[in-house]
């Protein structure tokens, strides 16, 4: 993937808790508004959130970005979703003792050697923050008698044949306040 290119699909980003920060969480997106975005996580495993821009990236799988198997190469490293948090990429170099063998090779991640799957390993991210001026968000009125349809799982398999067959980058039930009943959807401004 082309470094600050923004892929197609928005709703897969990884968000980081501080500026800074070497761990970056994976993410579903809900909505963008001005500069903050609403995120949730894989089966509620942390509350959904509110947070800046500046912490949202867009979300790259290791097959659009195959690390350099090199001792001491820079990459990132998937670890699993755990009880208590979120699947998450972290920081790492690929280990001088790195032995690829039966699809796993060792990293360095804060400072411990560790054995990972192959497919757990990618380049660095070259994904910049979301950049909110790059999108245009409009909310489009939906008919009383859908309101409730809009939160059944239905509709959300239907707004992704509508994201995916348009080119948007997000289509999702929104809220519009005071009177409800629309849905979401981000494109390129």
């Known amino acids: ?7 197609r699909n928005l709703a ?3 968000v980081r808790q501080r500026a800074g920060a070497a761990t970056w969480y994976e993410a579903i997106l809900r909505d963008l ?3 903050k975005v ?3 996580f894989d089966r509620g495993i942390w509350p959904s959130r509110e947070l800046s821009c500046q912490h949202v990236r867009a979300r ?4 659009d970005s195959p690390p350099q198997l090199i001792a001491g190469a820079e990459v990132e490293v998937r670890f699993p979703a755990t009880e208590d948090g979120p699947a998450h990429w972290s920081a790492g170099s690929i280990s001088h003792n790195a032995c690829e063998q039966e699809g796993r090779i060792f990293v360095i991640v804060e400072g411990r050697e560790v054995a990972v799957a192959l ?13 909110p001026l790059a999108f245009t968000r409009a909310a489009v009125p939906v008919g009383k008698e859908l309101h409730g349809w809009l939160s059944l799982p239905d509709a959300r398999g239907c707004l992704e044949q509508v994201r995916s067959t348009t080119g948007l ?3 999702t039930p929104g809220v519009e306040h005071p009177h409800g009943g629309n849905g979401v959807v981000v494109q390129d401004a």
């Open 1 to 7: 993937m082309t470094p600050g290119v923004v892929p």
């Open 12 to 14: 897969f980003v990884e």
């Open 33 to 35: 508004q001005l500069d």
């Open 38 to 40: 609403w995120v949730a």
């Open 60 to 63: 790259v799988f290791p097959v």
């Open 119 to 131: 497919d757990a390993v990618r380049a660095p991210s070259q994904q910049v923050p979301l950049n």
């Open 169 to 171: 980058h997000l289509a």
